[in-house]
């Protein structure tokens, strides 16, 4: 990523972002509401145009992806199923969108947990069903990127231990996972990078153990940055 | 990609409801239409206008259809996986027509064969024969005004912005309106007016009231003008906007 801005209006939401993402290892992108991470994603993803800037995706604009999501597997937001339709149905068109075996299908309802509420219509799901079947949704194309936003908001506390877990051993697998979130707690549990950023602009990018450093904890690491 | 849409399409219940009200409204409209033409005195009375006219409202619920194929992926955030699966969106935008238009076209053409010989057995010993010309030119006019649907929702993106649009503008023409001498100037060369002609909906032949300066086939040329500029115009902005 490569000085990424984004100015909503005369409001820079993104602010000349420039940072790497790199692979076996879950990387924590961390800010307050509205410091500009969502926008990022979508960036990430060709869903919002930069102002300025670009973001590569092993070299190639996300655009430029031939069946996008057997590389980068996203969760933006909980619930992006239509909500008539069922759980196995949503996964099968988006399989069939990028030509993926209908057996992946299946596969991805397992491995969430959802394999008995496969014939559900979406609307009937609560929020933690939801997040399941979006997760679902991004591990279809058994992708070697996880871009991950806010992935833990409306989970239980089974469900939260559930996806930390499963973002650790994805990225033990050798993967990238990029994983958003303004929790402090959650982000000292699980990232082994990184990435802080307030009002658009990265304050630091570093391990967790380095950006903890000399303070007491990760929280106290976090505020001290951000009042600097 | 194609398929992904169609299974869209199919999976989702509004879709079998909306067919169903088209078909219903098109051939129950037609047929009562056609009875009470049946014993009208006035030897003039234009029974190809009785066996068409019920396209007028039955389209309705095809307009409808042709607004939630794209507002519906608003309506539900689907259209940030839809465009994650499918980032270059000339492509995403051309698999959804692709997907959209054949199953609409054979529906309109089940639907208006059907109509026309609902309407001919309300009409009874005043039916009309077979008219290939009408029947073809309906059917393509629906699958049309469907796909125009389809590009003003994808320039407005809501469902009910769009409808706001374009209920008003289709009951101005089936009310009656395009035959009042001056406004008729203007609301002639409306998308759904310029079919008129070859639906035999704009008066009794000869008329100089009714007299368009088009002819059936320009005219249902005329909209599909219409549709190419709404689904153009659809392009423009789901290419330009973020999402």
């Given at each position: ?12 939401a ?14 924590g992108f ?10 990022t ?34 969760l ?8 008539g ?6 996964l099968?068109?988006?399989a ?20 008995n509420?496969k014939?559900k ?16 949704a991004?591990l279809?194309?058994?992708?070697p ?43 000292a ?18 391990t ?21 | ?6 299974t ?34 006035d030897?003039?009375a234009?029974?190809?206008f ?13 307009v ?5 194929v ?15 699966a499918?980032p ?19 529906l ?10 609902a ?40 469902a009910?912005g ?18 009042i ?13 310029t079919?008129?002609v070859?639906?035999h909906?704009t ?16 005219g ?9 500029a709404?689904?153009?115009?659809g ?9």
């Amino acid at each position: 990523m490569h000085n990424l801005s984004k100015s909503y209006g005369s409001t820079k939401a993104v602010d000349g972002l420039s940072f790497t993402i790199h692979p076996g290892r879950v990387t924590g992108f961390l800010g307050a509401n509205g410091a500009g991470k969502s926008t990022t994603m979508r960036m990430m993803l060709g869903l919002a145009r930069p102002s300025t800037g670009h973001v590569l995706i092993d070299g190639v604009p996300y655009q430029h992806l031939t069946r996008p999501l057997t590389k980068v597997g996203a969760l933006l937001e909980t619930r992006s199923a239509h909500p008539g339709r069922r759980a196995y149905q949503h996964l099968r068109w988006l399989a069939q969108s990028n030509n993926i075996p209908a057996s992946r299908v299946e596969a991805v309802l397992e491995e969430v947990g959802l394999q008995n509420e496969k014939s559900k219509r979406a609307k009937g799901f609560s929020l933690g069903m939801a997040q399941r079947l979006a997760i679902a949704a991004a591990l279809l194309g058994d992708p070697p990127i996880l871009l991950l936003d806010e992935p833990v908001n409306g989970l239980d506390p089974e469900g939260i231990i559930w996806i930390r877990e499963l973002m650790k051993s994805l990225a033990a697998q050798g993967r990238t996972v990029f994983v958003s979130s303004h929790l402090l707690g959650e982000m000292a549990n699980t990232a082994e990078h990184l990435i802080v950023i307030d009002h658009g602009r990265v304050l630091a990018d570093t391990t967790v153990s380095a950006f903890i450093g000399e303070s007491t904890s990760l929280e106290d690491a976090y505020l001290r940055v951000i009042q600097r | 990609m194609i398929r992904a849409e169609l299974t869209k399409i199919r999976t989702l219940r509004s879709t079998f409801w909306v067919f169903l009200a088209t078909f219903a409204l098109c051939v129950g409209l037609g047929f009562l239409i056609g009875l009470s033409f049946r014993n009208i005195a006035d030897a003039g009375a234009d029974s190809l206008f009785a066996s068409f006219y019920a396209v007028t409202l039955g389209q309705i619920a095809l307009v409808v259809f042709g607004v939630f194929v794209i507002s519906s992926e608003y309506s539900s955030g689907t259209i940030h996986a839809s465009l994650a699966a499918t980032p270059r969106r000339g492509r995403f935008f051309l698999a959804k027509l692709a997907a959209t238009t054949p199953v609409v076209l054979v529906l309109s053409l089940v639907t208006i064969v059907s109509m026309f010989f609902a309407a001919r057995a309300g009409l009874g010993p005043r039916a009309v024969p077979f008219d290939a010309r009408g029947v073809a030119g309906a059917t393509v006019y629906l699958t049309l005004i469907c796909l125009f649907a389809t590009g003003v929702a994808t320039m407005l993106r809501s469902a009910a912005g769009s409808l706001a649009i374009l209920l008003p503008l289709l009951f101005l023409g089936s009310q009656g309106l395009g035959n009042i001498p001056k406004v008729k100037t203007i609301t002639q060369y409306l998308p759904d007016q310029t079919a008129w002609v070859i639906m035999h909906l704009t008066g009794p032949p000869g008329s100089a009231q009714f007299e368009r300066p088009y002819g059936p086939w320009t005219g249902l040329a005329l909209t599909a003008l219409w549709t190419l500029a709404a689904l153009l115009g659809g392009y423009a902005v789901l290419r330009k906007r973020d999402v």
